[in-house]
């Protein structure tokens, strides 16, 4: 069965070509609603948003700038919806995971943090803020403007028995360190015939921010999904970000974690107890029946404004965050594709070789006979990210498109 992709921004999203596919039970329409009015912004927002007022009965007078960032639609969420309730301590995201590097470092002598101003500095997004004068200079350290420098070391480390969490002030800047994680960090386990474990947890920031530039808006998922040995993760909210972290730390894997950068000032509600997440393990973020959105990161919040404005209209989606990169949690997608039988994937990640295609290619490697449709995958254009902020906008998905995406798929 064939499979649309689409990055639905700029100029792929008001293109009339290739707008309708093959298929008796999937018509798309040869145009679409234009976007060119419309007013974006982002939000700092809660992970446990609530859902808002109806935003009009008119569906023609729903914009994409009506799609406010709190406006989660759940279905009886229960999870979600007594989060204020619950005991716990309120955190931003970046404050979730100094929690969890701290109580992990508390709790094993041998967790030890390295990167650039990760010191008494704190770190470029203050994760690392206050460890220093706790632990020491050498169990948090400094290193030089040398990425390939310091994450060599850091796997050196690892292989002697420490478990190091290397920070990238960028995750862009690690493609200087490509050779470091792809030909030791993913591979020395396997070369030296196990002898070797590398524990070592690399994150930092990363994704589309506001008018960062093209180098400092990287999304280097594609590019580490293909290394053997290594898992990938992406945090989306306070509570997984802490969880996450700590797995990753634990994990006698070597993991990459992903940051948003614009996700660090949300807040949530997290539980005063230890816990961990599941670094093979999706969350469902809300159940539904018609259609099957998986994402993750910051387009989690896009998936969940559009899903408000698709409740509205009649639709009853079910979103997916997938949090686990690499490998998937296929039983978790496989169990929604089988009762929902339409997949629609929204990634922040390039449209061409992402995490989308991928996905859409284990989808219909083990579920295509439960696609009543072809799988839809909305994700950035393939062009470096502009300054401009207008121009950064169109380059990534949007709310509206989502609405579009889903609509005509479930035709």
């Known amino acids: 069965m064939a499979t649309i992709f689409r990055g639905l921004g700029a100029t792929t999203a008001l293109s009339p070509k290739s707008n309708s596919f093959d298929s008796s039970k999937l018509h798309v329409p040869s145009s679409r609603t234009s976007l060119s009015g419309r007013k974006v912004s982002f ?3 809660r992970s446990e948003g609530k859902l808002s ?5 008119n569906p023609r007078a729903r914009r994409a700038d009506q799609l406010v960032a709190s ?20 955190l931003l995201l970046f404050e979730a995971l ?10 094993d002598s041998t967790v030890c943090v390295m990167g650039e101003d990760v010191g008494h500095y704190g770190g470029s997004y203050k994760v690392t803020k206050g460890l220093a004068d706790k632990y020491g200079d050498l169990r948090v350290l400094d290193t030089p403007i040398a990425e390939n420098s310091f994450t060599g070391m850091g796997i050196g480390a690892a292989m002697t028995g420490l478990r190091p969490v290397i920070e990238g002030m960028n995750m862009g800047f690690l493609l200087l360190a490509f050779n470091q994680i792809s030909n030791n960090c993913g591979m020395l386990h396997y070369t030296s015939g196990g002898q070797f474990k590398i ?8 994704g589309v921010g506001r008018q960062l530039g ?10 580490f999904q293909s290394i053997p040995g290594i898992q990938m993760v992406a945090c989306s909210t306070p509570y997984n970000a802490k969880g996450l972290m700590k797995a990753a730390i634990r994990s006698e894997n070597p993991v990459i974690l992903f940051e948003h950068v614009l996700l660090y000032n949300l807040k949530e509600r997290i539980p005063d107890e230890d816990y961990i997440c599941n670094l093979e393990e999706a969350e469902m973020v809300r159940p539904g029946e018609h259609v099957t959105i998986l994402t993750y990161s910051r387009m989690r919040y896009h998936v969940m404004q559009a899903a408000k404005t698709l409740v509205n209209k009649g639709y009853d989606p079910e979103v997916i965050d997938i949090r686990s990169l690499k490998p998937f949690d296929l039983h978790t997608i496989g169990n929604s594709v089988k009762k929902t039988h339409r997949v629609l994937i929204v990634e922040e990640c390039m449209r061409t070789g992402g995490i989308g295609a991928s996905l859409t290619s284990a989808i219909n490697e083990n579920f295509q006979d439960y696609l009543d449709a072809p799988i839809v995958c909305l994700s950035s ?8 902020g207008t121009l950064e906008e169109w380059t ?3 709310p509206a498109q989502i609405v579009t995406a889903v609509e005509q798929l479930c035709q």
């Open 396 to 398: 990534v998905v949007q």
């Open 214 to 223: 093209a180098e400092h808006s990287q999304r280097l998922e594609s590019y």
């Open 71 to 90: 406006a989660v639609a759940t279905k009886a969420d229960s999870s979600a919806a007594s989060t204020a309730s619950k005991p716990g301590h309120e």
């Open 43 to 45: 939000f700092c927002i």
């Open 199 to 206: 524990p070592v947890v690399i994150r930092g920031p990363g």
């Open 98 to 107: 100094k929690e969890g590097l701290d109580e992990e470092m508390a709790r």
């Open 53 to 57: 007022p109806n935003p009009g009965s």
């Open 381 to 388: 254009q393939d062009v470096p990210t502009p300054y401009a």
